[in-house]
């Protein structure tokens, strides 16, 4: 148990689970526990240590204290098998992934503040397909990633909570990365970023989504989405500039309309479908309402001149 513990390694992890079958880390009611590297990762087995919390078996964190990770040269908490949150409060700053799973990472509480230089939380296991997946059902989760925002080398559910993304500013990332499937059922969801690799969910989810290309808009623009009374569904502030944002909550649904503010651009959503935006890129030119437009992909809805789900000639 974690009770008020400081931790630092000056080359190696602040916590090194070797051999396991299963580990908890829990942090004792009240308690500010401190974890942290010096900036270096010096070999010293055949694993490769790279994070302040580094496991080879399955981890879980939990408890109701909170956990501050500092990593200026690696990744913050990583397990390579499942890593599993089920309680607690996670600050952390790392200069590559926040958090990372190989067979999964799996959230059903707790509050995460994370920056990273690399993805804000990562799942992938090059061995098995079927691995690598990440499970949001709970928590608020507040991530400012220049890498990806939100990384699944597999698939990505999400069935609750409250999950709010600042993501890259270049092209290469996206504020959300899936490479299978993502599925939202509920819960509330807001990602913003480049529009060039941005991902929308896909068509099993059962919780409407909106993915909207609203122009260049500066770090501390606030969107907001309102239904077509003009009670407020969402506001949320970005940490950085992004072009693409992305939006989920349980008052999304298919056949309502509702209209999106961003800075000082606006524009009028008709959920003609469940999804709203789809796959990959930037759409043709649109018109006002977000609807359709000229271009051969239109994955992305919304603002005037950037369009919604396009018509093929």
């Known amino acids: 148990m974690l009770d008020g513990a400081d931790i630092h390694s000056e080359t190696s992890a602040a916590i090194y689970v070797r051999q396991a079958d299963k580990v908890f880390l829990t942090m004792a009611t009240g308690s500010v526990n401190t974890l942290s590297n010096g900036g270096t990762f010096t070999a010293i087995d055949e694993n490769n240590i790279d994070a302040v919390v580094f496991s080879k078996e399955d981890l879980t964190l939990n408890g109701n204290g909170t956990m501050s990770v500092e990593s200026p040269a690696g990744h913050g908490v990583v397990s390579k098998d499942d890593l599993v949150f089920t309680s607690g409060t996670y600050e952390i700053t790392a200069s590559s992934h926040g958090l990372s799973g190989k067979d999964s990472v799996r959230i059903a509480a707790g509050s995460f503040t994370i920056v990273s230089g690399k993805d804000g939380i990562h799942a992938e296991n090059a061995d098995d397909s079927e691995l690598g997946f990440l499970y949001i059902a709970g928590g608020v989760l507040q991530i400012d990633a220049s890498g990806d925002g939100i990384d699944s080398n597999g698939s990505l559910t999400v069935s609750g909570g409250e999950t709010y993304v600042s993501g890259p500013t270049n092209g290469g990332n996206g504020a959300l990365d899936y490479a299978s499937d993502a599925v939202i059922t509920g819960g509330i969801f807001v990602a913003a970023g480049s529009s060039q690799m941005a991902q929308n969910f896909g068509s099993a989810s059962t919780q409407g989504a909106m993915m909207v290309s609203v122009g260049s808009q500066q770090a501390g623009s606030t969107v907001e989405l309102t239904d077509s009374t003009g009670q407020p569904l969402l506001s949320w502030t970005a940490e950085k500039a992004f072009d693409s944002v992305l939006l989920s909550c349980p008052e999304i649904v298919q056949g309502a309309a509702y209209t999106l503010t961003v800075g000082g651009f606006a ?24 609807r359709g437009g000229m271009g051969d992909r239109g994955d992305i809805g919304g603002k005037t001149g950037m369009g919604g789900p396009g018509n093929r000639p």
């Open 267 to 290: 524009t009028q959503i008709s959920m003609d479908s469940l999804i709203y935006g789809t796959n990959i890129g930037m759409g043709g030119m649109g018109a006002a309402d977000g």
